[in-house]
Structures are given as structure tokens and as C-alpha cells.
């Protein structure tokens, strides 16, 4: 068993390469439903981090809810994400099938509500074990359903796929999307019907392969340039050291300062990797045009 100190460590890296990843997709482009799924997927994987340190570490802290509910819901919303996701990466599947989506979101909402207004599906907590509620199987069905319906669709949009190209870029959401959940599921669904709590914490770092490798394969395979991938992590992750500096500070002065300093540094990154993409951009034009002739 880790130390509280490693484990804590080790959470919140998980939290910050997802919200990074998170961060670097959606720079490129809102319009794009992929990006904006991916993004929510990787914040979902890193909030269940950070609510699995509260869990452990910080149990007496109670932030409008318990810190077990958190986990909960975020772990639903990662799973119900990763099936959006499939929906559209390569390709849209579902176009004009819209219930299919609104369905998935009812159930969502509806098991929400009852993980944060009931112990229907997590009863008494004492310390880092609870009570598993009625509809605790209901809620972990729910859950490795939502990951099955991706499979489905992964399968769906690798029989669909148009090329040589996305059919890798099916196969790698796939191997992850099997591997990673079956892992963070045996922890966090199967081992709690045994009492056993003391590995829940592996659930979000377990899924850390499944978002490292859905980015890879929206990376890789889109051509997107390593080197301004590289500058828009290297600036994601000076941000978020910056803003953990802020949190961490102790006087109005020092947040003042360092309020100041992280515009700055969020002005000079937007205008760096600004500079880097147009020049990528301009990079490629002139290979295109130099190409036809």
C-alpha cells in the first residue's frame, strides 16, 4: 500500500497531464464535437482524482456534497463521455439520431440525482468505506454499460471506416477502452462487494492509459504538429502551476501578484503558441504550394 503522500502525489499528476491533454484538444477548435467530448472527458477522469485525494486525505472536508459522491459521478461521467466520444471519432455515427444521446443523458441525470440526494446508491460513509445502497447495482450496471455501448459503436466505426488511416485510430480507442476500464472497474465497483475500499484510488489512474491513447490517436493521426503540441503543454502546464500558486496563497498580497503574473503569462502563452500554429500554418501552405507546381 502507497503512502498517503505518493498516492496524493500521484493523483494529482493524473489530474494535471488530463487537464492538460483536456486543454491542448480543445485549442483546437470549439466547432468540433470530438474536442469538446474529449475535453469533457478528461476533466471528468481528472475531478474523480482530485475527489479521490479528498476521499483519502481529506475526509472531514465537505464541499456542498460528500467527497464519495463526487468520486461517483465523475466516474459516471467518464463513462457516459468515452461513449459520446465514440459516437463521432472518426466519423458521426449517430447524425440524425438524436435520442440516442438524450437517452444516455437522462440516465445520467437521473443516477445523479439519486448518488447526491440519497443513500439509495451510497448509504452511511465511515471513513474511506460506505454502505453500498439498493440501486448500487443499478448504478454500477449503468456505468459498464455505457462502456460496452462504445465498444459497440468502436466496432460500428471501424466496419465504417473510410480509410487505413482511421481504421488505427479505431483500433487504439479500442485496446485502451477495453484495458483501462476493465482495470478501473475491478477496484472501484467489484472489490467495494467484498468491503474492500482500500484501491479505489486506482480507478483514475488506470483510466489515464484510456485518455493518454484517445489522444494519441486524435493526434497522431490528424497530422497536428508536434511542435505546437509541445508549446501548448508546456504553456498548460506553467498555467497550472501558476493557478496553484494562486490557490495556495496565503495573503491578499501574494494573491495580487501572482493574480498579476499568471495574466501575463497567460497573454504571453496565447500569443507564443499563436505564433508557433501561423507559422506551422504558413510551413504547410508553401509545402502545398510547392507541391502543385
Known amino acids: 500500500m502507497f503512502s498517503g503522500a505518493v498516492l496524493q502525489i500521484g493523483l494529482y499528476i493524473t489530474a494535471v497531464i488530463n487537464v492538460v491533454l483536456a486543454l491542448v484538444i480543445f485549442s483546437r477548435g470549439y466547432s468540433s464535437t470530438k474536442n469538446i467530448i474529449f475535453g469533457l472527458f478528461t476533466l471528468s477522469a481528472a475531478l474523480w482524482a482530485i475527489s479521490i485525494v479528498g476521499f483519502y486525505s481529506f475526509p472531514d472536508v465537505v464541499l456542498g456534497a ?5 468520486t461517483h ?5 467518464t463513462s457516459v463521455f468515452f461513449m459520446f466520444f465514440t459516437f463521432y ?6 447524425k440524425d439520431k438524436y435520442w440516442i444521446p438524450v437517452l444516455s443523458l437522462l440516465i445520467f441525470a437521473t443516477l445523479v440525482y439519486f448518488v447526491v440526494s440519497s443513500k439509495l446508491v451510497v448509504g452511511t460513509i465511515s471513513g474511506i468505506s460506505y454502505e453500498l445502497g439498493p440501486l448500487y447495482p443499478v448504478f454500477a450496471l449503468a456505468l459498464v454499460a455505457f462502456f460496452f455501448f462504445g465498444y459497440y459503436f468502436l466496432s460500428s466505426q ?5 480509410d487505413t488511416i482511421q481504421r488505427k485510430q479505431t483500433l487504439y480507442v479500442a485496446v485502451s477502452g477495453i484495458i483501462s476500464p476493465t482495470l478501473a472497474i475491478i477496484p472501484d465497483l467489484v472489490l467495494p462487494y467484498f468491503g474492500i475500499f482500500s484501491y479505489t484510488w486506482l480507478g483514475p489512474p488506470f483510466t489515464l492509459i484510456m485518455v493518454v491513447a484517445l489522444f494519441v490517436a486524435m493526434v497522431r493521426f490528424q497530422l497536428f504538429n508536434i511542435k505546437v503540441i509541445a508549446t501548448e503543454i508546456f504553456a498548460s502546464l506553467v498555467i497550472i502551476v501558476m493557478l496553484a500558486q494562486l490557490f495556495l496563497s ?9 493574480t498579476g503574473v499568471l495574466c501575463m503569462v497567460a497573454v504571453s502563452a496565447f500569443l507564443l503558441i499563436w505564433s508557433v500554429y501561423r507559422d506551422w500554418e504558413t510551413d504547410r501552405k508553401s509545402t502545398r504550394l510547392n507541391s502543385s507546381h
Not at 73 to 77: E, P, R
Open 66 to 70: 460528500n467527497w464519495v459522491t463526487y
Open 89 to 94: 471519432f472518426p466519423q458521426d455515427l449517430v
Open 158 to 162: 471501424y466496419n465504417q471506416a473510410k
Open 73 to 77: 459521478v465523475s466516474a459516471l461521467a
Open 250 to 258: 496565503s495573503t491578499q498580497e501574494e494573491v495580487l501578484v501572482t
